[in-house]
């Protein structure tokens, strides 16, 4: 797969992202040819999950209905169902993070490597006690039939990381432009503060109170000029982008599935059987649940 033209050194935009900026670091050619190979090849082998917003027991706000989420994910380490709320602490801790396969081996070298850049960027608070890097949300971007039309869901909204210390991405596919925005409140149309071009094998690697709490970040440019056809093949999906990011959730907040609570359990249980048709772990997951009593 080619890579897209690049943007000539001398633009504004490749200036900018050339400066140095503490508490954000880029490398544009982070993947060599071969780890590259690897997890493509990896990524063949998953079969994504189409997740729903809400569940029985984490219904609708009122005035909203339930609806699925813009693309197909997996998770690793850990698994943030959507219907279960995301990490959010320090109230939002509990039955949020289920545990997940672990890292293949090709994904855990490119954590070692980040993980000791990360430790001699962040220091004090930016970089909490037990930090390392423990799942991983693995975002399939491109294109979704709906309703006989393809529609375009390679763009993502502001929003922040929750998850405590640096935050990384591995970027495979289609550029994609990232910006660090200043808005107070999402949609507003405030300052840029940093927008960078995410390239195919890129790693971005941030963190500290002003990547992390003071902005948002968002991608709502992609280029499609090199025609990227990402694995795996998904039903009235193509794929074009896919983003790999990598979290820290303190292992004491993730959770096997059999120890949920007995309506996160009910709520996700459908999705660890859907996991479990093509994962040995998740399969062994459900079998370590106990049958439901009466009360349940």
């Not at 910006?179 to 690697?205: I, K, Y």
Request: proline share 9%.
């Amino acid at each position: 797969m080619a890579l897209p033209p690049r943007r000539g050194p001398g633009s504004p935009l490749a200036r900018k992202a050339a400066q140095r900026t503490p508490g954000h670091h880029y490398n544009a050619s982070f993947l060599n040819s071969a780890d590259r190979t690897e997890i493509l090849a990896w990524l063949g082998t998953l079969h994504p999950l189409w997740e729903e917003r809400f569940s029985k027991h984490f219904p609708p706000p009122e005035g909203q209905q339930q609806r699925r989420l813009l693309r197909p994910v997996y998770w690793l380490g850990n698994w943030q169902f959507a219907c279960l709320d995301y990490y959010r602490p320090p109230k939002g801790v509990q039955n949020r993070c289920v545990k997940a396969e672990p890292f293949p081996a090709v994904l855990e070298r490119q954590i070692e490597k980040v993980e000791a850049l990360a430790r001699r960027m962040f220091r004090g608070p930016d970089m909490p006690q037990g930090w390392h890097l423990n799942t991983c949300l693995v975002n399939f971007y491109g294109n979704r039939l709906e309703d006989g039309r393809w529609v375009d869901t390679a763009r993502v909204g502001e929003h922040k990381d929750f998850e405590p210390g640096p935050v990384a991405s591995l970027s495979l596919g289609e550029r994609a432009l990232i910006q660090f925005v200043t808005s107070t409140r999402p949609g507003e149309r405030d300052a840029v503060v940093l927008e960078q071009w995410l390239d195919d094998g890129a790693l971005q690697l941030f963190g500290g109170a002003q990547w992390k709490e003071q902005t948002f970040h968002r991608v709502q440019r992609v280029d499609t000029r090199a025609g990227h056809v990402m694995p795996p093949e998904l039903p009235d999906f193509r794929t074009r982008r896919i983003n790999l990011t990598f979290r820290y959730v303190p292992d004491a907040h993730v959770t096997p599935f059999a120890a949920l609570s007995p309506e996160a359990r009910e709520d996700v249980r459908p999705y660890m059987e859907t996991l479990a048709k093509g994962s040995r772990f998740f399969r062994e997951e459900l079998a370590r649940e106990q049958p439901p009593t009466k009360a349940e």
